[in-house]
């Protein structure tokens, strides 16, 4: 008898041990049971959250659930991914990401996240140029007048962006480097309000995603200067691009991208980015993504984590020895 028991107790150990082996498969498999909650780190209105929206619409196509995007913006996006970092590795909350996440662990002292180790990189959403843009009363209307201009007022030129770290600030510090510019920098909560400050001339200029910055350029609220991809964009195709305006070899452009906390289950990761491949090919998505200037993204995910390695390298580069109130 004590043998035959002990042979049923080792049976059920090893049983339970294969239950546990298997769970987290079940578990991808099943996924998604539940509403999934896609966080975008800035405000509404600026190009961040209009690519959450658009591509959580898809992923409900394709993945059977709703999508609920949730706005938390502040301190450049990283609070954001910061909450993002900090969630369960299920897939249920997931990030919409940009170039500026990139940065952003020089850029702020003490950031209780790295973003390169502590996230799951999925793919990329979308690849969208910026574009120098000032107000429409402004007195200049190439990029050469501009550079004039701040050589001739150099203390009077600043700059806004949607807070330190963001793509408009990358695009103008790179802009400064490699021109020798002096401007000061005036973060913003998100592209929406800095827009609004630009338009009534309290700032000098901004580069902004195009998909952003669109409605005022159409609207006549901004004047576009130059764009910031080695070629011109097909959505601005008088514009210009910084290359051709005097400051060779400029080149910046703004990918968004889907983040989930680190640890993912990689089943649930391969669902994510083959979900997004998918949406990708859509009509409605292409539609979306052309209404935002943006060329569709859907990289494979070793792939990406190896160009976001890339990327943090290149801005750390640059960041290195500003000063972050600049």
């Known amino acids: 008898m004590t043998t035959l028991t002990t042979r049923r107790g080792v049976l059920a150990l090893a049983l339970a041990g294969c239950a546990s082996l298997l769970a987290p ?107 120098l843009v000032v107000a429409k009363t402004f007195p200049v209307n190439n990029v050469r007048e501009l ?6 007022h150099p203390n009077d030129i600043n700059y806004g962006s949607a807070g330190i770290g963001t793509t408009q600030h990358l695009s103008a510090e790179l802009l400064k480097k490699q021109t020798g510019m002096a401007a000061l920098h005036v973060p913003f909560k998100g592209a929406a309000p800095m827009m609004t400050d630009l338009i009534g001339g309290r700032l000098t200029f901004a580069l902004d995603s195009a998909a952003s910055a669109a409605a005022q350029i159409n609207g006549g609220g901004v004047k576009p200067l130059a764009v910031t991809s080695l070629t011109r964009t097909r959505f601005l ?49 292409r539609k979306a993504l052309d209404s935002m200037a943006a060329d569709p993204g859907g990289m494979e995910p070793a792939k990406f984590q190896a160009f976001v390695h890339q990327e943090t390298l290149r801005w750390t580069e640059l960041a290195r020895g500003w000063d972050s109130a600049n």
């Open 25 to 131: 498969s079940a578990q991808a498999a099943d996924w998604p049971e539940r509403p999934i909650t896609l966080v975008a780190p800035f405000t509404p209105g600026g190009t961040t959250d209009i690519v959450a929206r658009a591509i959580a619409m898809q992923l409900q196509q394709q993945l059977g659930q709703t999508v609920i995007v949730e706005n938390k913006p502040g301190a450049g996006g990283t609070l954001g991914a910061g909450y993002v970092a900090r969630a369960k590795p299920d897939g249920y909350t997931l990030l919409l990401a940009n170039v500026g996440h990139a940065a952003a662990g020089v850029l702020y002292k003490n950031l209780p996240y790295d973003f390169e180790r502590d996230m799951t990189q999925i793919t990329t959403v979308a690849n969208v140029p910026n574009v």
């Open 237 to 285: 195709p008088d514009v210009p691009t910084l290359d051709e305006s005097g400051v060779p070899g400029y080149q910046m452009t703004t990918w968004y991208s889907l983040a989930g906390p680190k640890d993912m289950p990689p089943a649930v990761t391969d669902r994510i980015y083959r979900a997004v491949r998918a949406a990708m090919d859509d009509p409605t998505m």
């Open 147 to 152: 550079l004039a201009y701040a050589k001739a």
